[in-house]
């Protein structure tokens, strides 16, 4: 049995795409979804890709990655037909294809430059505050009362 889209918990324009059947394998029903995060592809960005791309193009693509999977009860003749029957529940690339969410690809990509930024601005602060501290541009120290200092010529 499959999880119905709307109770994937992600809300999504794709999830009619990512929770659609590629077809039975031994163990049950194998979705888009679960294809492929088996080759290791993120979903969500590959369904956001195959949507900017000619419907035509997109099953192509489609259609080879399925075909590294161990086949299932479909056959490699019957690709091309899944791959555009899969790709057919895309949203148009007309719309505005949606951001997944943060959650789905487990990275912030505005955080990161914020986060070197930081990096840089403490190791350059650390730097000048170490050079500061080993500087000899003070006056000398003056001797301790009761020092011995040596004849001056």
């Known amino acids: 049995m499959t999880l119905r889209s709307q109770y994937s918990g992600i809300p ?3 999830n009619d795409f990512l929770f659609a059947s590629v ?5 049950g029903t ?6 492929l995060t088996r080759l290791g592809i993120d979903p969500w ?3 956001a890709r195959l949507a900017d791309l000619p419907r035509e193009t997109g099953a192509r693509a489609l259609a080879a990655a399925i075909a590294v999977l161990p086949e299932g009860d479909w056959k490699v003749a019957d690709l091309s037909a899944i791959a555009t029957r899969l790709v057919n529940r895309l949203p148009s690339p007309a719309a505005p294809a949606p951001q997944p969410a943060q959650g789905a690809t487990g990275r912030d990509t505005k955080a990161k430059p914020r986060a070197v930024m930081w990096l840089v601005g403490i190791v350059l602060l650390a ?4 050079s500061m501290s080993h500087s000899d541009t003070g006056p000398p120290p003056e001797p301790s009362p009761g020092a011995v200092s040596s004849p001056q010529r």
């Open 45 to 47: 960005l590959e369904a």
């Open 23 to 27: 077809g039975e394998e031994k163990n």
């Open 127 to 130: 730097g000048v505050l170490f």
């Open 12 to 14: 999504s324009a794709f």
């Open 30 to 35: 194998l979705t888009v979804l679960s294809a």
